[in-house]
């Protein structure tokens, strides 16, 4: 039994868009019948990346590294919501 290697252009649970997974030869021609995947060439992604901007995929998106998501004012107090100072040593607590 041969293994055919798909790249996935559509979600086809459990597999995402993008995602390459091996299947046998049967299996393989019917998802690719079906328009989920093709025929993955590691050499060659404009083709799946082509048909995945025809079906209107939405593009990956732009996740921040952690430089843009750091908080930079250190904890807030649990009192009064002002930064550099705990509930504990906070200078409003009573």
Do not use: W
């Amino acid at each position: 039994m041969q293994y055919l290697v798909l790249k996935f252009i559509t979600n086809h649970s459990p597999y995402s868009i993008g995602e390459v997974a091996g299947f046998p030869e049967k299996r393989a021609e019917r998802l690719i019948e079906l328009g989920v995947a093709v025929l993955h060439d590691p050499k060659n992604t404009a083709e799946a990346d082509g048909l995945r901007a025809l079906r209107g995929a939405p593009k990956t998106r732009h996740i921040p590294g952690p430089d843009k998501t750091k908080k930079t004012d250190g904890p807030k107090c649990g009192l009064c919501r002002k930064p550099g100072h705990t509930r504990a040593n906070c200078p409003e607590k009573k």
